[in-house]
């Protein structure tokens, strides 16, 4: 609640010309603690003012119904009759959640063109702070560049306030409403006329006015939004003052100055220069991160004097400053010579990245890649992340491309935690790599405020082949107990027989998983001829197998692996349900490559598997079914070795599998709309469904919170499909938040709509004048009809600042008394301070009004208390 001293002074004191003073602010934080933040007030106001002195503290609000007086800390005087004024001051608040903090001061100088009777107008500014531990400390950005520029009719003005903000926060600019009394619009206030266009830009910053069209003084707000990972964190107000001017000279013009990219640990400079057309003196001042971290950029002159001056930006970058957001520079350039002084702005970005990790190093086994590489040299990264692409990219990064763009043609494979874990197995994620495909990676380091380093060189492998080769894992028998398996590989004579003479064997081992991960020895064969297996009393209808073949040189004495043993795994089928349909996915991790999958499906008729379609992936749906029949698959495959290593065809046949096709695709998602009525007290929740999807709905779904944060429950169930209307009436509060689903006769549910919230209606407002003469007409303050009001903190006051009635009760029933005695007060004005709990979509608000009772024709001997 806002002092009460304040409120009497405000309410009562006509405004005098001691308080025609304010002309631009801001409020700016930093946090201390968990729940601690220094609050940093700025306000511009006009030198020659009395008002200047009896401003040593001004009234602050801290959002969280407490207010301070906050105490001037420094004094800066500026040319063309600015003064700075700096106040500062910590405040603690109770918890989490969002607040606004505002300031309020009498008055805004008079005579500002776009807002009417500016010298009655109060003077406000306010900045929105969000605490809460899933977002993490935050300090608002720093303006580092005052609002002081002077424009001329016709000619584009511009002005940037070179935001920077120390955590690497994006930020976002628009332009809004000057604001009033507690921190509200001003009612017609009107944007500055301009021949052309008036606009911020969303991204740099730049205020553009093209151009002025007449001689005054105008006020804008420019509102500065700070967003992380998606989420708003925080705002600023800035209101500044832009005075204009009739003048003949031209505002200087500083030459392009193009973004720039640079890996850290590397120099960075580039020249600035700016033109005067009128061949007046022009400087050139530099703001902007660089200028603000560690190690700082310098800004220094190469050449300064009339017509033209030069400078030199010059930064030696560190790992330190590489983060996600650009670093942005802004440069103002200032002539001189002629009345008004005239500026320029101009700004460009900075990007420092990560370099890239080095020495990656690739070593292939039969179906798998181990990759290996050294830590980055930026030790704040979190980590890295792997890419892999078949065939080699060609690609030559930028210096600002940073990761790696989709639009090469690589997929993350895998995402690493930890600087010094640098070593990485792709090995399909357990399905095994396939063999006759040249695999590249790439490994890029990864930061938590989502910056990438560059990306590594490229390196390239193929798989090695391995031997014996593995030419069969066929499914012969589907069977939960007695499945089987053929197993065949070729004779392999490519090694020094004299030196390994035989006899021969082969040891054979099987894996109840697609990668060898239990390969345990299961038989073994004695002919170097004996190259088939048919194994048996197998899971096959619910197990994929996998199997590996070692040959040995079984000379006594001289017992030798001949050659690196292969892996192959059987093919596994899952059938998957649809709407008159079904999707098949085939599992298999194999050392050759698979060309075409051929389904085959029963025919029931004839008590056989006929084909009915191929595919080249391991991706096949059958469309058209009768849902509700049973059907039944298997597939085979077709793949080979290069020719110089095997020169036959190879066929493997999948398991069985059945399944029935049902309707398991949910409807489409209904659009949804909100309003509320608030003199009746009810919602109307209206949907829309597109013609094409009606037919597919039996019923739809209504859920419903009475807060933001809330759980969204069940409010309506079972509204048929032609209805589009639903009306609620809310017990808890008018405000609340809606989605909707639509339902099919198969009992699928849409997705949610969009959390759609509503709370735009306030139903507690307060009588200014009663009489308590006993007629029965006014003799109460009562508030007008209302609802969802918890309590209220209802304060009221004579005009010497005495209490003379307070009250919890949210009717009031003020009879014009004190409270302290029941004596009736004089006629007279009395204000009053009222905090109004409110059921709102966060829980419970407190929204405050203020202003005055006017009591009138009391019956009795009054007391002037």
Same mark, same amino acid.
């Given at each position: !609640?806002?002092?009460?001293?304040?409120?009497?002074?405000?309410?009562?004191?006509?405004?005098? /010309?001691?308080?025609?003073?304010?002309?631009?602010?801001?409020?700016?934080?930093?946090?201390?603690?968990?729940?601690?933040?220094?609050?940093?007030?700025?306000?511009?106001?006009?030198?020659?003012?009395?008002?200047?002195?009896?401003?040593?503290?001004?009234?602050?609000?801290?959002?969280?119904?407490?207010?301070?007086?906050?105490?001037?800390?420094?004094?800066?005087?500026?040319?063309?009759?600015?003064?700075?004024?700096?106040?500062?001051?910590?405040?603690?608040?109770?918890?989490?959640?969002?607040?606004?903090? @505002?300031?309020?001061?009498?008055?805004?100088?008079?005579?500002?063109?776009?807002?009417?009777?500016? @010298?009655?107008?109060?003077?406000?500014?306010?900045?929105?702070?969000?605490?809460?531990?899933?977002?993490?400390?935050?300090?608002?950005?720093?303006?580092?560049?005052?609002?002081?520029?002077?424009?001329?009719?016709?000619?584009?003005?511009?002005?940037?306030?070179?935001?920077?903000?120390?955590?690497?926060?994006?930020?976002?600019?628009?332009?809004?409403?000057?604001?009033?009394?507690?921190?509200?619009?001003?009612?017609?206030?009107?944007?500055?006329?301009?021949?052309?266009?008036?606009?911020?830009?969303?991204?740099?910053?730049?205020?553009?006015?093209?151009?002025?069209?007449?001689?005054?003084?105008?006020?804008?707000?420019? /509102?500065?939004?700070?967003?992380?990972?998606?989420?708003?964190?925080?705002?600023?107000?800035?209101? !500044?003052?832009?005075?204009?001017?009739?003048?003949?000279?031209?505002?200087?013009?500083?030459?392009?100055?193009?973004?720039?990219?640079?890996?850290?640990?590397?120099?960075?400079?580039?020249?600035?220069?700016?033109?005067?057309?009128?061949?007046?003196?022009?400087?050139?001042?530099?703001?902007?991160?660089?200028?603000?971290?560690?190690?700082?950029?310098?800004?220094?002159?190469?050449?300064?004097?009339?017509?033209?001056?030069?400078?030199?930006?010059?930064?030696?970058?560190?790992?330190?400053?590489?983060?996600?957001?650009?670093?942005? !520079?802004?440069?103002?350039?200032?002539?001189?010579?002629?009345?008004?002084?005239?500026?320029?702005?101009?700004?460009?970005?900075?990007?420092?990245?990560?370099?890239?990790?080095?020495?990656?190093?690739?070593?292939?086994?039969?179906?798998?890649?181990?990759?290996?590489?050294?830590?980055?040299?930026?030790?704040?990264?979190?980590?890295?992340?792997?890419?892999?692409?078949?065939?080699?990219?060609?690609?030559?990064?930028?210096?600002?491309?940073?990761?790696?763009?989709?639009?090469?043609?690589?997929?993350?494979?895998?995402?690493?935690?930890?600087?010094?874990?640098?070593?990485?197995?792709?090995?399909?994620?357990?399905?095994?790599?396939?063999?006759?495909?040249?695999?590249?990676?790439?490994?890029?380091?990864?930061?938590?405020?989502?910056?990438?380093?560059?990306?590594?060189?490229?390196?390239?492998?193929?798989?090695?082949?391995?031997?014996?080769?593995?030419?069969?894992?066929?499914?012969?028998?589907?069977?939960?107990?007695?499945?089987?398996?053929?197993?065949?590989?070729?004779?392999?004579?490519?090694?020094?027989?004299?030196?390994?003479?035989?006899?021969?064997?082969?040891?054979?081992?099987?894996?109840?998983?697609?990668?060898?991960?239990?390969?345990?020895?299961?038989?073994?064969?004695?002919?170097?001829?004996?190259?088939?297996?048919?194994?048996?009393?197998?899971?096959?209808?619910?197990?994929?197998?996998?199997?590996?073949?070692?040959?040995?040189?079984?000379?006594?004495?001289?017992?030798?692996?001949?050659?690196?043993?292969?892996?192959?795994?059987?093919?596994?089928?899952?059938?998957?349900?649809?709407?008159?349909?079904?999707? /098949?996915?085939?599992?298999?991790?194999?050392?050759?490559?698979?060309?075409?999958?051929?389904?085959?499906?029963?025919?029931?008729?004839?008590?056989?598997?006929?084909?009915?379609?191929?595919?080249?992936?391991?991706?096949?749906?059958?469309?058209?079914?009768?849902?509700?029949?049973?059907?039944?698959?298997?597939?085979?495959?077709?793949?080979?070795?290069?020719?110089?290593?095997?020169?036959?065809?190879?066929?493997?046949?999948?398991?069985?599998?059945?399944?029935?096709?049902?309707?398991?695709?949910?409807?489409?998602?209904?659009?949804?709309?909100?309003?509320?009525?608030?003199?009746?007290?009810?919602?109307?929740?209206?949907?829309?469904?597109?013609?094409?999807?009606?037919?597919?709905?039996?019923?739809?779904?209504?859920?419903?919170?009475?807060?933001?944060?809330?759980?969204?429950?069940?409010?309506?169930?079972?509204?048929?499909?032609?209805?589009?209307?639903?009306?609620?009436?809310?017990?808890?509060?008018?405000?609340?938040?809606?989605?909707?689903?639509?339902?099919?006769?198969?009992?699928?549910?849409?997705?949610?709509?969009?959390?759609?919230?509503?709370?735009?209606?306030?139903?507690?407002?307060?009588?200014?004048?009663?009489?308590?003469?006993?007629?029965?007409?006014?003799?109460?303050?009562?508030?007008?009809?209302?609802?969802?009001?918890?309590? @209220?903190? !209802?304060?009221?006051?004579?005009?010497?600042?005495?209490?003379?009635?307070?009250?919890e009760d949210p009717d009031i029933k003020w009879d014009g008394r004190f409270m302290e005695n029941g004596k009736l007060l004089n006629a007279g004005v009395y204000y009053y301070s009222c905090d109004v709990y409110e059921r709102r979509l966060s829980g419970i608000e407190v929204r405050n009004l203020t202003g005055f009772f006017q009591l009138n024709n009391p019956t009795e001997n009054a007391t002037n208390e």
């Amino acid at each position: !609640m806002k002092r009460v001293g304040l409120i009497i002074a405000f309410l009562v004191f006509s405004l005098t /010309l001691l308080a025609t003073h304010n002309r631009a602010g801001e409020i700016t934080y930093r946090q201390i603690d968990e729940l601690t933040y220094e609050i940093t007030l700025v306000t511009y106001t006009y030198t020659p003012s009395a008002a200047n002195e009896t401003r040593d503290y001004l009234d602050i609000s801290w959002g969280d119904n407490t207010s301070s007086l906050i105490p001037r800390i420094s004094v800066n005087y500026l040319p063309d009759d600015y003064q700075k004024n700096v106040y500062k001051m910590q405040h603690s608040y109770p918890g989490p959640g969002i607040y606004r903090i @505002v300031m309020e001061d009498p008055n805004r100088n008079e005579g500002v063109d776009n807002i009417p009777g500016s @010298v009655n107008v109060i003077f406000s500014i306010a900045t929105t702070l969000k605490i809460d531990a899933t977002v993490g400390f935050n300090t608002t950005p720093v303006l580092l560049n005052p609002p002081l520029d002077k424009a001329v009719v016709g000619q584009t003005f511009i002005h940037n306030p070179s935001a920077y903000d120390a955590e690497g926060d994006s930020i976002s600019y628009e332009l809004t409403i000057c604001r009033q009394e507690n921190g509200d619009e001003i009612p017609d206030y009107t944007f500055p006329p301009s021949s052309n266009d008036f606009y911020v830009d969303a991204i740099t910053g730049d205020l553009v006015w093209d151009a002025p069209i007449q001689v005054g003084s105008y006020n804008v707000a420019m /509102l500065i939004e700070e967003w992380r990972d998606g989420i708003k964190i925080g705002q600023i107000i800035r209101d !500044m003052q832009i005075e204009v001017q009739n003048g003949n000279n031209q505002k200087p013009q500083i030459q392009p100055v193009q973004d720039y990219c640079v890996e850290a640990g590397q120099n960075i400079n580039y020249s600035v220069v700016a033109d005067e057309p009128d061949g007046n003196f022009v400087t050139v001042e530099a703001t902007g991160g660089p200028l603000e971290t560690l190690p700082a950029a310098t800004f220094s002159v190469i050449t300064e004097g009339y017509g033209q001056s030069a400078y030199m930006f010059d930064w030696n970058t560190e790992c330190s400053n590489v983060r996600y957001m650009p670093y942005q !520079m802004v440069y103002k350039a200032t002539d001189s010579g002629k009345t008004p002084i005239l500026v320029d702005f101009k700004s460009n970005y900075i990007t420092v990245v990560s370099p890239a990790p080095e020495n990656l190093l690739l070593t292939p086994t039969f179906n798998s890649i181990a990759l290996q590489w050294d830590p980055v040299i930026c030790s704040q990264a979190m980590g890295y992340d792997v890419y892999r692409k078949i065939s080699p990219s060609g690609w030559n990064p930028s210096s600002c491309e940073t990761g790696i763009p989709i639009s090469v043609g690589f997929e993350n494979i895998g995402r690493l935690y930890g600087i010094s874990n640098c070593t990485f197995i792709d090995n399909n994620e357990g399905q095994g790599l396939e063999q006759g495909f040249e695999y590249c990676y790439r490994v890029v380091a990864w930061f938590d405020d989502g910056a990438e380093s560059y990306a590594s060189e490229e390196v390239c492998t193929e798989l090695e082949l391995g031997y014996p080769l593995i030419t069969k894992v066929s499914v012969a028998t589907t069977d939960e107990n007695n499945g089987k398996i053929d197993l065949s590989w070729a004779k392999y004579l490519d090694f020094d027989t004299v030196a390994l003479p035989g006899p021969y064997v082969f040891l054979i081992y099987r894996s109840e998983d697609i990668i060898g991960q239990n390969l345990v020895l299961i038989d073994s064969t004695l002919s170097i001829n004996d190259t088939t297996y048919l194994d048996s009393l197998l899971n096959t209808v619910d197990n994929i197998y996998s199997y590996s073949v070692e040959m040995y040189n079984n000379t006594p004495g001289n017992r030798l692996l001949i050659g690196t043993p292969q892996l192959a795994s059987s093919s596994f089928l899952k059938a998957y349900p649809g709407d008159n349909s079904v999707t /098949l996915k085939l599992k298999r991790s194999t050392p050759w490559l698979n060309d075409t999958m051929v389904v085959y499906r029963m025919n029931y008729n004839a008590s056989v598997y006929d084909s009915v379609g191929f595919t080249l992936t391991t991706n096949y749906k059958d469309l058209n079914l009768e849902n509700g029949l049973m059907y039944c698959y298997k597939i085979l495959s077709i793949g080979h070795y290069p020719p110089q290593e095997y020169s036959k065809t190879l066929y493997n046949w999948s398991q069985e599998t059945c399944v029935t096709p049902i309707d398991t695709i949910p409807p489409c998602k209904p659009n949804l709309r909100l309003e509320s009525s608030c003199d009746e007290y009810y919602n109307t929740i209206e949907w829309h469904v597109v013609d094409s999807c009606k037919a597919d709905i039996s019923y739809f779904n209504i859920y419903y919170s009475p807060t933001t944060e809330g759980e969204m429950q069940i409010l309506q169930t079972l509204i048929p499909a032609s209805d589009s209307v639903y009306l609620h009436y809310p017990d808890y509060s008018i405000a609340g938040c809606y989605s909707l689903t639509a339902v099919d006769s198969f009992a699928n549910e849409s997705a949610n709509t969009q959390r759609y919230c509503i709370d735009n209606c306030t139903y507690y407002e307060l009588p200014n004048v009663f009489s308590p003469n006993g007629d029965n007409i006014n003799d109460l303050v009562i508030p007008g009809p209302y609802k969802f009001v918890e309590k @209220v903190d !209802m304060k009221i006051y004579n005009r010497w600042g005495t209490l003379v009635f307070e009250t919890e009760d949210p009717d009031i029933k003020w009879d014009g008394r004190f409270m302290e005695n029941g004596k009736l007060l004089n006629a007279g004005v009395y204000y009053y301070s009222c905090d109004v709990y409110e059921r709102r979509l966060s829980g419970i608000e407190v929204r405050n009004l203020t202003g005055f009772f006017q009591l009138n024709n009391p019956t009795e001997n009054a007391t002037n208390e």
